[in-house]
């Protein structure tokens, strides 16, 4: 698995991980079915790809929903895998969905993943 793919699942696993528990298996897979009808491509692809897209998307499905679980998210990487990121700094990464954006859910991913490897 190339190193895109495996930051592609680890997106998915960790938005699956915060989400299930909210919102329940059946509505997490059905938001995550709409993402991809919506995007034409795996969510976790365009959160990796293009951060400021993903979010857009997932207001236009949860609506005001999507900053609560996001905040969600970023609290369960914080909790989960003991990397420093809070909610607020996790959301603005979508809101602002730049360059260094992108790049810091690139290592956030990468130290999830260099974490999940020593377990």
Known sequence: MTEKAVLYQIAREVLEQATVPILGPMASEAVFFHLKQRMDREPGEVLVEDPK???????????????????????????????????????????????????????????????????
């Open 53 to 119: 897209r993903f979010y857009e998307e997932f207001v236009n499905v949860l609506a005001s929903g999507a900053d609560i679980l996001l905040e969600h998210v970023g609290k369960c990487i914080t909790d989960n895998y003991g990397v420093s990121c809070s909610s607020e700094e996790f959301i603005g990464l979508f809101y602002r969905g730049n360059e260094s954006s992108k790049e810091k859910i690139v290592e956030i991913l990468s130290a999830i993943d260099e974490k999940t490897k020593r377990k």
